[in-house]
């Protein structure tokens, strides 16, 4: 006894909202309910054109949906592959789709940036936790020119940053990336590098004392862009976009050099 036909809105829907076209899941409940069957016959009983229907059964065995018997008679016959294959499209769909979406966060930084420069409007992205430095540096990397940076002490207690300056420190020198650096020097301050090692990671620094430049955030000068790091509640991370703040910011960094 055949089973009663199974091609109603419902599971019409259900293989559309799992990734097929209409016509792909028509003629896919149809060879479920039917097996066996010539394409002539499946572009008549599905109401679909026969041009249309050959390439939608092509689609479907692109998807692995479908399989092709030529071994049967002179007409070559379709039939539907399990449905468990459903399934597997499905997550190989949500895979590419959580990759999509990270692939997206990584770029949308620099499409904000382009529509914002494009509107004359700064871009301003805010960021918490180590993954802001992170974000950075990574930035600093991608975009692969010099820096300017006034330091900010760091504490003792501090020191999984100080870890992460350091790499980041070893990164740009293995990129050719030069770094200006005015650093606050203190008794108690922790120092990424040692001083005596500038030379090696490509740094020119000028010390000037901490009682002078106590600055609670860090402030990192690059590309067009200026990265404000606060160390001191919790670790925020303020990026700026702009060709006239990154300006100011460069001028006041040359000025307080020049005076140290």
């Known amino acids: 006894m055949r089973p009663r036909p199974i091609s109603n ?3 019409d829907k259900t293989l559309i909202d799992s990734g097929l076209s ?14 066996l069957a010539p394409a002539k016959v499946i572009a008549s009983k599905t109401s679909i054109g026969r041009a249309l229907a050959y390439k939608v059964l092509e689609q479907l065995l692109a998807l692995g949906l479908a399989e092709k018997r030529e071994d049967i008679g002179k007409v070559a016959l379709f039939f539907p592959a399990h449905p468990k294959r459903l399934k597997e499209l499905l997550a190989a769909r949500a895979e590419k789709t959580t990759e999509a979406v990270q692939a997206l966060e990584k770029a949308s930084g620099q499409f904000s940036s382009l529509f914002n420069l494009l509107s004359g409007k700064p871009n301003v992205q805010f960021y918490e936790g180590v993954d802001g430095l992170h974000n950075v540096y990574n930035d600093i990397l991608d ?18 940053v100080l870890h ?22 203190s008794g108690e301050q922790k120092v990424a590098t040692p001083i005596t090692e500038d030379k090696k990671y490509l740094i020119t620094r000028k010390e000037v004392p901490a009682e002078k430049l106590n600055i609670p955030a860090q402030i990192i000068i690059y590309g067009d862009k200026v990265a404000i790091t606060n ?18 910011f ?11």
């Open 164 to 185: 992460i300056i350091r790499e980041q420190i070893e990164k740009q020198a293995a990129q050719n990336i030069k770094t200006k650096a005015i650093t606050p020097i």
């Open 22 to 35: 209409k016509e792909q899941a028509r003629i896919y409940l149809f060879l479920l309910e039917n097996g």
């Open 231 to 248: 160390f001191k509640e919790g670790l925020i991370t303020i990026v700026m976009e702009s060709k006239y703040i990154r300006e100011t």
């Open 9 to 11: 809105g419902m599971n």
């Open 250 to 260: 460069e001028k006041m960094f040359e000025y307080i050099w020049e005076k140290s």
């Open 143 to 160: 975009i692969g020119q010099d820096i300017c940076v006034i330091s900010s002490p760091i504490k003792e207690h501090r020191t999984e």
